[in-house]
């Protein structure tokens, strides 16, 4: 295949995939044009596989560079469009940011990923400590407009879509949560967060919320 004649972005992106939904609200917050091309991950297409070795989404093509995993394609899009700035200037706050969003890749969407595919028994425990976990961070979440932040980051881009998708998951946060509801409901709101959630799924989830 070749790559380099394209002249737009193309997002590889399975449609209720939470990376994918990552990378979209980013390319949606830069407002960069880009085409998306939904993909069943268990079904990859020829071109997919061609263009990523493990077959996986969301993949960025981006002229010649084809890049996958999320983290990797966030970080690309901040440094090749610096605005607005989606990490910190300073390296320790840069740094801080990392590696919160590692955690919420090793301490939440693992537990995602359980209730998704594991035993009914399983998933209602990591429901329960997904809640749980949630819950405890509500005065984090109460103490400034974005997580740990005044601006709109990275990191806020990881965590939108494991709120939204708390329904689709069984999961109804209590009302000691409720700084945590109040911050899902204005990343919801944002333009970015929509675009980035794809047409198809916006509007088969939307009442959901």
Known sequence: MTIGNRSVMVLYSGVTDLYSHQVGVVLAEKAITFDVIAVDPLNPTEDLIELNPYNTVPTLVDADLVLYESLIIMEYLDERFPHPPLLPVYPTARAKNRLMMHRIKQDWYSLVHTIENASKEAAEQARKKLTDSLTVLNPVFADQPYFLSKNFSLVDCCIAPLLWRLPAL???????????????????????????????????EEDDI
Do not use: H
């Open 170 to 204: 069984g999961i109804t946060l209590p009302p000691q949560a409720q700084a945590v509801i109040d911050y899902g409901e204005r990343i919801f709101t944002r333009n970015s967060f929509k675009v980035g959630l794809m047409d198809i799924e916006y509007d088969t």
